[in-house]
């Protein structure tokens, strides 16, 4: 009988390329892919260990997936990703329900942990956490097709003190560019119009593999593809943010006028003890530098409160930071003390409900300046990417070069037949706190 496997993704958008590999090995190897859990004979959970909520979200859905055994089909439960590789001992002792292990770097011999599972066997292969995918290994996306995330690159070398990514995925390692534009190319033969560019820290790319900083060049080569529509950028370090790479964004067509820089904090002293390259001034410098050179740009960071050691005057500047700055999107995490980081051994810790009280503010803050900076969208022309038809209101809703999947805002259309997956033109005519809405230009 032919196993039937369910893949079960936490985390973010590389925890998703690896899962979408992994389904494309089990399907070259025969066995059928389901969607439905209670069908499953097998099931792969993908795991995340970034911070405290992610990785309980990983064991509470190892446990209820482990239930199918006696409720369901389920004969074997393999856990892969980033909390096997930093916990596989404790995962092995206490969880049981566990038929299999498999790491960060190891997930392309899915299909031998799968059939000694089924054996009986409990496989581990937890090795070295750095492995970059090439062109040639079958991937079967799941998101819809006219939209596709790329690695570029596995691991990090940056040491942060709050960060557990290079526990989990080692060092920095760069695809080659040959590699990405290949996959980028198959991609766009199957109908992908959107590609974004992913890494834990994008703009240090090539600089392993070609002693250089190659990031321009490379969203030059994936532009070039025929097909491709948008190049989107995510997670650009702003302390390799070079002159070169800001040329390009401005003048490449394809290149989405949109940056998601993670900052973290806006103080020195903060930025100091959590390892961060580069002070306030140098940021708000990138900053300016950025919307002179891109006027229509939209601008998206993520900024940890209650870093130990973060006092109430280090809040309140930080606040003033958000409200100068004006960012276009902003996401702010509860610093989580993470295991064998240097920052959960560092004094003054804060308490959690300050934590979340900090969190909560800076988030209050930041609806009013994204109500303020949409409004600045009213009475443009803009692309937007049809994504699906609500007939209820009979409008059609997609996404702006300025909104990336899943985590932005959304445009909202009237007035016209569109399609879904294409690009339409837009007259912008409202702004909502993260959303806009307008007419098709006829």
């Known amino acids: 009988m032919t196993e039937k496997v ?29 969607d439905n859990k209670e069908d499953a004979t097998v099931i792969i959970v ?72 089924l054996r009986g066997k409990r496989p581990v292969l937890v090795g070295n956490p750095v492995f970059n995918y090439d062109a040639d290994l079958p991937r079967l996306v799941t998101t819809p097709r006219y939209t596709a995330y790329v690695k570029i690159a596995e691991g990090c070398d940056n040491a942060c003190t709050f960060c557990s990514i290079p526990i989990m995925r080692g060092s920095f390692k760069s ?8 996959e980028v190319a198959n991609l766009a033969s199957q109908g992908v119009k959107e590609i974004s560019l992913i890494a834990q820290d994008s703009t ?25 529509e948008w190049v989107r950028l995510h997670y650009a370090y702003p302390g390799f ?51 002179e050179s891109i006027p229509d740009v939209a601008l998206r960071t993520s900024l940890i409160v209650g870093f130990p050691g973060e006092t109430e005057e280090d809040f309140e500047n930080l606040k003033q930071f958000v409200r100068d700055v004006q960012f276009d999107r902003l996401g702010v995490f509860a610093y989580s003390k993470e295991d064998d980081t240097p920052a959960a051994r560092l004094p003054n810790q804060v308490p959690d409900e300050v934590k979340e009280y900090r969190a909560n503010a800076i988030m209050e803050i ?40 899943e985590i932005d805002g959304e445009v909202f259309v009237s007035n016209g037949k569109l399609t879904i997956g294409e690009l339409a033109k837009v007259r912008i005519t409202h702004s909502y706190e993260f959303d806009l809405s307008g007419e098709v230009i006829a």
């Open 241 to 291: 943010f070079s002159d070169e790479l800001i040329e390009v964004m401005a003048t490449n067509p394809k290149v989405c006028k949109y940056i998601d820089m993670p900052l973290q904090h806006s103080e020195d002293s903060i930025l100091k003890r959590m390892r961060r390259p580069g002070r306030q001034k140098d940021t708000r410098e990138l900053v300016r530098k950025i919307r």
């Open 366 to 405: 930041q609806r009013e300046i994204s109500n303020i900076r949409g409004g600045r969208r009213i009475g443009q022309e803009i692309d937007v990417l049809i994504e699906r038809y609500d007939g209820r209101s009979d409008v059609y809703i997609g996404r702006s070069q300025f909104d990336a999947p």
């Open 46 to 117: 993908n795991t995340c260990g970034f911070i405290d909520a992610a990785k309980e979200e990983s064991v509470n859905t190892i446990l209820d997936m482990a239930e199918l055994k006696e409720t369901a089909n389920l004969k074997a439960l393999i856990v892969s990703g980033c909390l096997t590789q930093r916990y596989k001992k404790q995962l092995l002792d206490e969880m049981p329900e566990i038929d299999g292990i498999v790491g960060t770097g190891d997930f392309d011999k899915i299909n031998h942990i799968v059939d000694e599972a």
């Open 175 to 182: 695809r080659s560019m040959d590699s990405i534009v290949a």
């Open 6 to 34: 369910k893949v079960v993704t936490l985390g973010c958008e590389k925890n998703m390329v690896d899962s979408e590999i992994m389904a494309g090995l089990i399907h070259g190897r025969g066995f059928q892919l389901v």
């Open 204 to 228: 240090n790319y090539g600089t392993d593999l070609y002693d250089s900083f190659m990031l321009p060049t490379l969203l030059n080569k994936v532009s070039e593809v025929e097909g491709i």
